[in-house]
């Protein structure tokens, strides 16, 4: 069993930058792939990024590509989110994830463990 906790979300004005961590319970963190999904109200939970259990390959949706960053620290057994140039269309719950895959990719349903979630919430 996984447990993931997110954290770092907050109130943040447009341009601005926040960065989220994801630290997880369990022996095995190294061989589980990592992604971060999003949901705003009234839309469905989305993609946002993902990366490889060894951090060797990385994706990323394109609302996001350019301007996020997803790795992690196996030691730490934490993936984190660096979320720069942020924009009022990025306010969303943050959800982290893990799969015990090499590779989990876009995919919700490829996903075998989630956190709770934290608040983005991007001003004008």
């Known amino acids: 069993q996984v447990q993931l906790v997110e954290s770092g979300g907050g109130l943040v004005q447009a341009g601005g930058s926040l960065k989220l961590s994801c630290a997880t319970s369990?022996?095995?963190?190294?061989?589980?792939?990592m992604g971060w999904f999003r949901q705003a109200p009234g839309k469905e939970r989305e993609f946002v990024a993902a990366?490889?259990?060894?951090?060797?390959?990385?994706a990323y949706a394109d609302s996001v590509k350019g301007r996020f960053i997803i790795s992690r620290d196996n030691a730490k057994k934490t993936v984190y989110l660096q979320m720069n140039s942020l924009k009022t269309e990025d306010t969303a719950v943050y959800y982290c994830?893990?799969?015990?895959?090499?590779?989990?990719?876009?995919?919700?349903?490829?996903?075998?463990?989630w956190g709770q979630g934290t608040q983005v919430t991007v001003s004008s």
């Open positions: 990366i490889r259990w060894s951090g060797g390959s990385t």
């Open positions: 369990g022996r095995t963190f190294g061989y589980y792939a």
């Open positions: 994830a893990a799969t015990e895959s090499p590779w989990g990719g876009l995919i919700r349903t490829a996903y075998d463990y």
